[in-house]
């Protein structure tokens, strides 16, 4: 169907933006995919409108949303350095949307912090 998400993601890009190293290959690899599933989870009308009728606005703010997330996620899974080397990029490489969902990650989820590492932490037991 002509409104059902795709996901192109250019591994080759992200691999020269990791000048050959695997390890940060595969952190950025792990963002970018959840960043572009975030887009797909807002774009199937589960939210109660359809990808093409959302303003600039909104496709801004998705952006930021679809950064958020995953940055959220992965910060609690990753080592200090590794959440340097995904928050430096993001903070330095990416445009302003996407540095918005980085300050998202950092200050106003907090809640979510917490009760993902809480989850984490016992499924670990």
Same mark, same amino acid.
């Given at each position: 169907?002509?409104?059902t998400?795709?996901?192109?993601?250019?591994? /080759?890009k992200?691999w020269k933006?990791? =000048?050959? /190293?695997?390890?940060k290959?595969q952190?950025l690899?792990? !963002?970018?995919?959840?960043? =572009?599933l975030m887009h797909?989870m807002m774009d199937v009308n $589960?939210?109660?409108y359809?990808?093409?009728?959302?303003? %600039?606005q909104?496709?801004k /703010? =998705?952006?930021?949303?679809a950064?958020?997330?995953?940055?959220?996620?992965l !910060?609690n899974l990753?080592? %200090? #350095? #590794?959440? +340097?080397f995904l928050?430096?990029f993001v903070?330095n !490489?990416q445009?302003?949307?996407y +540095?918005?969902?980085?300050d $998202?990650? !950092? +200050?106003r *989820?907090q809640d979510v912090?917490k009760?993902?590492? #809480?989850? *984490?932490? =016992?499924? *670990?037991k």
């Open positions: 169907h002509e409104l998400p795709r996901i192109f993601i250019w591994v /080759d992200i933006e990791c =000048e050959g /190293d695997w390890h290959y952190i690899l792990t !963002k970018v995919i959840l960043h =572009e797909g $589960l939210l109660g359809a990808a093409r009728h959302i303003p %600039p909104l496709r /703010d =998705e952006e930021s949303i950064n958020a997330l995953p940055l959220t996620l !910060k990753i080592t %200090p #350095d #590794d959440w +340097k928050a430096d903070a !490489k445009p302003s949307p +540095k918005e969902g980085l $998202l990650a !950092k +200050k *989820m912090n009760a993902l590492r #809480d989850l *984490m932490n =016992e499924k *670990m």
